[in-house]
């Protein structure tokens, strides 16, 4: 009976640190929406099409953009210049935070080096320095003064690229949503020589008859229909 009642307790518990934790997520993930305007969206259901050339990938980026649908993703096995503005996008914000983060590693390398070489930190007590390793270096070399900031030049240098550096990978990683390890694989090619365009079933025009007959107008070697719970059916498919 006691088992039962922890057993019960730690299921609830369970239930509502996830939902917790989940509406974190879901706040966090519409800030980066708003604020990034694009990030990448889970294959769920829809339609896809596989082209055999960069040339044709960006036509049918095109063409979709052109007929209204949104949310839509081409998937490659290598980047082709250019393809981010066929199906609309505007330029990444990923700059923006370099940027900042540059900015706020200046900040902490000079920081760091006036409060190290100028005892701008007083002692919160007479008789105790809270802060001895932050104070208690006013070096005088050579006449010159403490605050000498040619010489802090290279540490505000070497930090700015440290933070600048490591804000754009985690900002990359967070946007992109990479630190998903398991997604579904529409097809094994995409990542060898085939490219994809996937036209998800929350399209703002979707339909998929017409989204297959859009494919098949564009020349795709292979279509296939993706359901809600994953499992896949090909449509068509042409020899290449």
């Known amino acids: ?111 760091l080096q006036f409060i190290a070489h100028d005892q701008v930190i007083t002692p919160i007590f007479s008789y105790f320095d809270g802060f001895p390793n932050f104070r208690s270096y006013p070096l005088n070399i050579g006449g010159k003064p403490t605050f000498s900031w040619p010489a802090m030049i290279p540490i505000c240098f070497e930090l700015t690229v440290l933070f600048g550096g490591v804000s754009t990978v985690i900002g990359f990683i967070m946007i992109a949503r990479l630190h998903h390890p398991f997604r579904p694989v529409l097809h094994p090619s995409i990542t060898d020589d085939k490219f994809c365009l996937w036209l998800p079933s929350d399209s703002a025009v979707y339909k998929e008859d017409t989204a297959i007959k859009l494919l098949k107008e564009l020349g795709a070697t292979e279509i296939t229909r993706v359901s809600p719970d994953g499992n896949k059916a090909i449509e068509s498919s042409v020899e290449s």
């Open 1 to 111: 009976m006691l088992l039962h009642k922890i057993s019960h307790f730690f299921n609830n518990l369970e239930l509502v640190l996830d939902k917790f934790f989940d509406t974190q997520k879901n706040f966090f993930y519409n800030v980066l929406e708003r604020i990034f305007i694009y990030i990448f969206r889970e294959t769920r259901s829809g339609v896809f099409g596989l082209f055999n050339t960069p040339k044709m990938i960006s036509k049918a980026a095109k063409r979709a953009k052109e007929d209204g649908y949104t949310g839509f993703d081409c998937l490659t096995p290598f980047p082709v210049h250019g393809l981010e503005f066929d199906m609309g996008l505007s330029r990444s914000r990923i700059p923006y935070i370099a940027f900042i983060g540059g900015v706020l590693g200046l900040f902490a390398g000079f920081s």
